[in-house]
């Protein structure tokens, strides 16, 4: 076993606060499939070398890289969550790949305001990479200082330990596989990385990676990065011995389909990221009566100055025995945590959720109670202990001299009061707030912004804060228009006097004009009235203009998507992922397991919503390794979807027995995914049948997706067997145009507009119109507000979209008309491009407009 003395000290890269792995907002991290180690919440802007090494691996996007010790340790720095989409924005690398470094040493500088209003979060993560060479860890104590303070150690494991991979499987003949075009967007990443790295490790035998000429252990999470890929990159695996056959067919299945990245979402991250980056920045000019900051959360508002007044929570000084005083602390921080907990349970969006997890993680700082406990000892009263230990923290805090600095202080002494308020038994009230006011303060706490009557405030301006921290977090979450950052004479603006606020432009107008004023009435009415359509449509049933009745309901893979799109207004699930619990698993779910999960899902609708599971849809491009199936010359034309189901019918009747018991209850419907013709249903249904008579329920309704050219032509004689249709547009699309989605340089021309795709689109619809068949769409066009006129006028009366997009979905089909719809789908059936029908359709948009 390994002892003190062979410790590693990893120091920290950043100052800031320690965060437990648990708490990332990604379970790639957070499950330590990468690796282990810590989290921090940074303050600086510098990574530091948190330990002497040398740099084998810098990303090209240069949010992360990767360190080895001169004891065999490779640590990973990985800046933020998602930072990859950034492709480089933001950040500054000061070494090279191959370079020496020491420990304290600048490796990448970073705009972390920049990068923290972008990315998904700016939680920076030192792991251990190669955990096999490694005993333990061990995690410091306290706060952060870059360079100063230890993170945690590492205990590499001696020399005589372990044993190369692979052992005798090494020997045999070398297999490579063809070159796979690379999927994913942003390359592999940190993400795709470990769970290919992951997947590698449970062959027996050497597996590499080869991308050109190099070469890196397809074991090794940092290798991989290493090889510095990109979307479209021909990649191969060269694999040894009686395993080798087995992992390159694994693992060429799992690249094509990106590795458990979602591909869609993370090209829609990307370009997110993309326009936000070109958005241009506030104006920083100084005009008279014109107050700069930060925007916050963007919007306008006309509302008179209110100022923010806060009282300070009473402390006990006369202290009692010391027993007495930790107890009185115990169960103040106890009282505080279930309070949080109640309402982190009870709050309606990640925001707020997020928000109250973070303050919770403060509460638990052992650096904090260690202080609290030394001033009780030292005589103090546990109020007067706690008050000091906060402040002492906070100053910590606020020494290093950054924006954020002051925003995580903030932060703590708001949980620091909420503790104080605890020991005397006060409740915190919300202020009394003048209607229709601009809320003026130097700060706002997390908590005092949570608990705004927004019925009273328009709108939020402060001297303090920056747009990365909780309060303007919550004030996105609000609606409200918010600044930070603001000069600090706008503390001086006499209270009741008219304000305009215009925080997307990163401004304050202290004495507006009669022209500035009713332009700005006019701009907030056209805000509102969007907004209130959206909302609306959202609240209610999905018709059109001319009342025709469209079902809005959602994409979900679990009760809780469910849950969230119901929020959202879905009017139910169309289409529930039943592969998501059969993925990422060493053996297939059992039926009580499955029957569980679909009962949580059939629950949470109700038996009045509509609910639409797809049956497995694995196979080709979307291997389970548990399952036996041939390898594939060409995946997307091999054993897919409903062939994998009626070719392993034990598994195919398991599942079905399953839904029957678990969602039985509820409108459930079956979908059968990929299915390229009526023997196909027929097969199928005959299972479901005999299933259902066994168990003595009666059989749901059964459809299928429309996702290949023959189920489209053969339309007609589907829907005269089918109960209803469901068309994926994603393969719809790939498999007439002969292009893989994922592919490079076609996947621009993938295109669902493309009219031969939706002349396809048009004979389902007309098939199942008339045979009395619904006729939903649940690929990505269905989301698309440009293609929905589009859809409904070919005849589509269901739309499947993702839970955020609802709301649009049903705003979109309120401003639309059928009969036009139905003029204008017969026009672009006449045309000749994708192109020419997006043309047209972003004039129609433009003519219709809500």
């Not at 470094?101 to 923290?116: N, S, T």
């Not at 769970?195 to 590698?200: D, F, M, P, S």
């Not at 001319?546 to 679990?558: E, F, M, Q, S, T």
């Not at 049903?810 to 719809?821: F, P, W």
Request: charged share 20%; net charge negative; with cysteine.
């Amino acid at each position: 076993m390994a002892d003190s003395t062979s410790a590693v000290a990893v120091l920290a890269p950043l100052s800031g606060i320690r965060v437990a792995l648990e708490r990332v907002p990604d379970p790639v991290f957070a499950q330590r499939i990468v690796g282990d180690g810590c989290s921090l919440d940074p303050v600086s802007g510098t990574l530091l070398a948190p330990i002497d090494g040398r740099v084998v691996q810098l990303h090209g996007s240069r949010h992360a890289l990767t360190l080895r010790s001169p004891a065999g340790i490779d640590l990973l720095l990985h800046i933020g969550v998602d930072t990859v989409g950034l492709r480089g924005e933001g950040f500054e690398a000061l070494v090279a790949e191959g370079e020496e470094v020491r420990a304290g040493q600048p490796l990448i500088r970073f705009d972390i305001d920049g990068v923290a209003q972008r990315a998904r979060s700016l939680l920076t993560q030192v792991l251990v990479a190669n955990v096999d060479a490694i005993e333990r860890i061990e995690l410091g104590r306290g706060a952060l200082e870059a360079g100063g303070s230890v993170l945690f150690r590492v205990f590499p494991k001696s020399a005589s330990t372990g044993a190369p991979v692979g052992g005798d499987a090494a020997a045999g003949e070398l297999l490579v596989s063809d070159p796979l075009p690379l999927p994913n967007p942003a390359g592999l990443h940190a993400r795709p990385a470990a769970v290919l790295a992951e997947r590698a490790r449970a062959f027996d035998c050497p597996i590499f990676l080869l991308l050109g000429e190099r070469r890196g252990n397809a074991r090794s999470v940092v290798e991989i990065m290493a090889l510095g890929s990109r979307q479209g990159d021909a990649l191969r695996i060269e694999a040894r011995g009686p395993a080798a056959t087995s992992a390159i067919e694994t693992l060429s299945a799992l690249i094509r389909q990106g590795c458990g990245e979602d591909l869609e979402a993370a090209a829609a991250q990307l370009a997110a990221m993309t326009a936000a980056a070109s958005q241009p920045a506030a104006s920083s000019r100084r005009e008279p009566g014109v107050l700069v900051g930060v925007t916050a959360s963007p919007g306008m508002a006309l509302g008179a100055v209110a100022r923010w007044r806060r009282a300070a929570p009473r402390i006990v000084d006369q202290a009692g025995a010391p027993e007495a005083e930790r107890e009185k602390l115990t169960k103040a921080l106890d009282e505080v945590r279930r309070r949080l907990a109640r309402l982190g349970s009870a709050a309606h969006d990640a925001a707020r959720s997020g928000v109250l997890g973070a303050q919770q993680g403060m509460l638990d700082d052992p650096g904090l109670a260690e202080k609290a406990e030394e001033g009780i000892a030292a005589g103090l009263s546990a109020g007067r202990a706690w008050q000091a230990a906060v402040e002492k923290q906070a100053g910590v805090l606020e020494a290093l001299d950054n924006p954020l600095m002051r925003e995580r202080a903030a932060d703590l002494r708001d949980v620091g009061a909420a503790v104080l308020r605890a020991f005397s038994g006060e409740v915190e009230q919300p202020a009394e707030l003048p209607e229709g006011c601009i809320l003026v303060a130097e700060d706002l706490t997390p908590s005092e912004t949570a608990q705004l009557d927004v019925s009273r405030v328009r709108g939020l301006c402060t001297t303090g804060g920056g747009p990365t921290g909780h309060v303007a977090i919550l004030a996105r979450s609000l609606g409200l228009p918010a600044l930070c950052g603001v000069d600090a004479g706008v503390l001086d603006l006499p209270e009741g006097s008219e304000v305009l606020l215009d925080a997307s432009a990163g401004r304050l107008l202290s004495a507006p004009d009669d022209g500035q004023r009713e332009a700005a009435r006019a701009a907030i009415e056209r805000a509102r009235q969007r907004q209130a359509s959206m909302q609306a449509a959202a609240a209610r049933p999905a018709h059109s203009r001319c009342g025709a009745r469209i079902l809005v309901v959602a994409n979900v893979r679990h009760a809780g998507d469910a849950r969230e799109a119901l929020a959202a207004g879905a009017e139910g699930v169309g289409l529930l992922r039943s592969e998501f619990l059969f993925d990422a698993r060493d053996s297939a779910p059992d039926e009580a397991e499955q029957a569980a999960a679909y009962a949580e899902v059939a629950e949470a609708l109700g038996p009045q919503r509509p609910l639409v599971i797809r049956t497995l849809d694995v196979g080709g491009d979307k291997p389970l390794p548990y399952l036996p199936l041939p390898r594939e010359d060409n995946p997307f034309l091999g054993l897919r979807g409903i062939r994998v189901s009626l070719a392993h019918p034990e598994l195919f009747r398991v599942q079905l027995r399953a839904l029957l018991r678990g969602a039985g209850q509820g409108d459930l419907h079956l979908m059968l995914p990929m299915v390229a013709g009526v023997e196909e249903l027929r097969e199928a249904r005959t299972l479901l049948q005999r299933e259902a008579d066994a168990l003595g329920v009666a059989a749901p309704k059964l459809g299928v997706m429309i996702e290949v050219p023959s189920a489209a032509l053969t339309a007609d004689a589907l829907a005269a067997e089918a109960d209803f249709f469901s068309i994926g547009s994603n393969d719809l699309t790939q498999y007439t145009l002969a292009m893989d989605r994922g592919h490079a340089r076609l996947a621009a021309q993938a295109d669902a507009l493309h009219p031969a795709v939706l002349r396809l689109v048009g004979m389902t619809a007309e098939a199942g119109s008339r045979h009395g068949r619904w006729v939903g769409v649940c690929g990505a066009i269905a989301a698309d507000p440009l293609a929905v006129p589009a859809l409904l006028g070919l005849g589509v009366t269901e739309l499947s979209v993702p839970a955020p997009a609802v709301a649009a979905t049903k705003a979109t089909v309120a401003a639309q008309s059928l009969e036009d719809c139905r003029a204008l789908a017969a026009e672009l059936l006449r045309l000749g491009t994708a192109a020419e029908v997006r043309a047209r359709l972003a004039d129609w948009e433009a003519a219709h407009a809500m």
